[in-house]
């Protein structure tokens, strides 16, 4: 894998957080102006929050991100100290952050790994487990929750009638398969079969009207077969522990929305597991989403899904959820940045 490094500083851009935030601003404004349902009092009800609820709120979220560490240094068999794990992690969400959700970080998450210090190919395998366990924790979670939640999981719409409730079950139904397909192939690929992987995208490459990219297929293929060397000869131990860590980032991801309403409704057991449902649900819609870290997309499906739980304070709760889970990634790449590169490139450690 060839690392372009102008091609990642392209992405790793602090001047692109003013797209997302746009995007989102945005959208919001459009919402605040063609929903009469949102008031003035809706936008200082904000202050009717439960301080409690809010704390665990925060609680929760920081959690995650120190799930986030901790996963990124197992992965690595503890490589990196946990100053620098910090620093992965950071620029990593600012890269996911700034790039479309279907695109993601991948790219400059081996970049950053691998100016950390880590081997090329380590840094490849170490990146395609994160995204393989990732996508795992949705194709297995999503039935899970379809069944828990009893036929509550698809919220109907207040903007189109029932019309979006059925494209949101067809987008998310494709969406899901084609997860669960990438998911299973590059689990057989890089743990069963990395040459026959390998085979079979030159022979699909080597039809005559996508022929041009045969050669990325090839090293593509390359790139699986070295980092299924890297994750040979680990042990269960290993495996539990990153399992069991990425449950627990999703988990607490989602909880914190969780808390965030209770800060201003009441739930109850079931009303909560519909809430955490409907998240996994949401979250594998925006995976498609063509804007930056699904800036706009993410407000808009936020009311779809939570209205009739949330009622007036729908909005001023998915301003709150966004400035806690997408924003302070944006603020925190940009301030990061600038001294990972001093450190990375002009420092000698």
Do not use: C
Request: without cysteine.
């Amino acid at each position: 894998m060839k690392l372009d490094n102008k091609e990642i500083f392209k992405t790793l851009n602090p001047n692109k957080v003013w797209i997302p935030v746009l995007i989102g601003i945005g959208i919001v404004f459009l919402m605040f102006y063609t929903d009469p349902s949102i008031t003035r009092e809706n936008l200082e009800s904000v202050f009717d929050a439960s301080l409690l609820s809010l704390g665990i709120a925060f609680l929760v979220i920081a959690m995650r991100d120190a799930g986030y560490v901790y996963r990124i240094r197992e992965i690595t068999d503890k490589k990196l100290t946990w100053t620098r794990a910090i620093y992965v992690i950071i620029l990593w969400e600012f890269a996911s952050a700034v790039t479309p959700s279907i695109v993601g970080g991948t790219a400059v998450a081996v970049f950053i790994l691998h100016k950390e210090g880590i081997k090329l190919g380590k840094a490849i395998a170490y990146v395609m487990i994160t995204a393989i366990l990732d996508n795992l924790f949705f194709v297995i979670g999503a039935p899970i929750v379809l069944y828990l939640a009893q036929g509550s999981i698809f919220p109907e719409s207040r903007v189109l009638e029932l019309r979006l409730g059925k494209s949101l079950n067809l987008i998310f139904w494709l969406s899901y398969s084609l997860y669960a397909v990438y998911s299973l192939v590059m689990a057989l690929a890089l743990f069963y079969r990395p040459r026959v992987f390998k085979w079979v995208l030159l022979k699909i490459f080597g039809i005559k009207w996508i022929r041009k990219w045969k050669h990325n297929a090839s090293e593509y293929g390359d790139q699986i077969i070295e980092s299924s060397k890297e994750l040979q000869g680990k042990k269960l131990g290993y495996w539990l522990t990153i399992i069991f860590a990425t449950i627990f980032i999703w988990s607490s991801r989602y909880l914190m929305l969780n808390a965030l309403i209770t800060a201003y409704v009441d739930l109850s057991l079931s009303q909560h597991i519909i809430v955490f449902a409907r998240q996994i649900i949401m979250w594998i819609v925006m995976m498609i989403s063509p804007t930056p870290g699904s800036s706009g997309t993410a407000e808009f499906f936020f009311a779809q899904f939570f209205y009739e739980f949330l009622s007036n304070y729908t909005f001023v709760t998915s301003i709150l959820w966004r400035m806690l889970s997408y924003y302070p990634y944006l603020l925190l790449g940009a301030i990061f940045l600038p001294r990972w590169i001093r450190q990375v490139f002009f420092k000698k450690k």
